[in-house]
């Protein structure tokens, strides 16, 4: 027998593959029944996500950036304690004058998020330094933009989750079933706009849900609820009346989406949006 093709080895190489093909299996048999039933999502009997179609709206302009949206997210969904778990946060986005003679219309965006937007920049704590920001008179422009889930139409995390934990719900959420997630990751880092975490408890995917045992009981999510100036508009298309403040919104505003160019076609929407917001 030539070097390096040992029985001992071929046997080896046989069980990983058998191995592999047992795992497989095990996987597409999960993900087969995840998709027959809206499993595990805390919606009430009879619900019947078919009769909805939820959106979320935000209003860039209207964005005061007092983090109370993100508190009252931890708050409603268990989020764990630590400034680097969260559902939704708000960034603030800082824009300087452009240096004389530049001939640019603007000079450099400045991101920051203390805390997920429940922090001012500046007032940090232990585990996060201090920001440090630009002085007044070179500010050219600032605003704030609430971040969650995107609830893309093509996600690219229910692609590639391997035993269809994450997945598609009629009504377009996104939603994540605890009890068939492996926390392999997968969706973490295939979504492209970094709405996901491991929670350190339950060591399964977690992300925003729209607060999804609120709003199948006819109630707002968490976010919008607390809201003080109404930044965040959310609805039901299948369900609202003409006058409904999400088709008001739609009507009266042009409206964008993050990352337009991958092609994942969010269902949560923005308007005043700047170029600069990544």
């Known amino acids: 027998m030539k070097p390096g093709f040992s029985r001992r080895r071929i046997l080896g190489n046989l069980a990983g593959t058998l191995g592999a093909i047992a795992t497989f299996a095990v996987a597409k048999k999960a993900k087969a029944a995840v998709q027959k039933v809206l499993v595990t999502s805390d919606a009430p009997k009879g619900y019947d996500p078919h009769q909805h179609q939820w959106l979320m709206a935000i209003d860039v302009d209207r964005c005061i950036g007092c983090g109370h949206c993100v508190e009252a997210c ?3 969904n268990h989020v764990p304690e630590e400034p680097w778990y969260f559902r939704t946060w708000i ?3 800082v824009i300087t004058k452009p ?3 530049s001939a640019q219309s603007r ?7 203390p805390n997920g937007g429940m922090r001012k920049p500046g007032e940090g704590q232990p585990k996060e330094p201090p920001v440090d920001l630009p002085p007044k008179e070179e500010v050219q422009h600032s605003f704030f933009v609430p971040k969650l889930c995107n609830l893309c139409h093509h996600s690219p995390c229910a692609q590639v989750c391997p035993v269809g934990a994450t997945f598609d719900a009629p009504d377009g959420t996104v939603l994540v079933d605890p009890k068939y997630c492996i926390g392999c990751g997968f969706c973490i880092q295939a979504c492209p706009y ?3 975490f491991l929670n350190p408890i ?7 849900t729209l607060c999804y045992h609120r709003i199948t009981r006819g109630l707002k999510p968490a976010c919008v609820e607390v809201c003080p100036t109404q ?3 959310f609805g ?3 369900q609202a009346a003409p006058d409904d403040p999400i088709r008001q919104f739609f009507q009266n505003h042009r409206v964008q989406c993050l990352k337009p160019h991958l092609g994942t076609e969010p269902r949560v929407l923005y308007a005043g949006l700047d170029k600069e917001v990544r």
Request: aromatic fraction near 10%; charge should be positive; hydrophobic fraction near 30%.
């Open 236 to 238: 039901d298309m299948k």
């Open 91 to 93: 960034e603030r986005y």
């Open 231 to 233: 930044a965040r508009i």
């Open 107 to 113: 000079g450099e965006v400045f991101v920051f998020s």
């Open 74 to 76: 931890k708050r409603e």
């Open 194 to 196: 970094g709405c996901r």
């Open 202 to 208: 339950t060591k399964t995917a977690e992300k925003c």
């Open 99 to 101: 240096a004389p003679g």
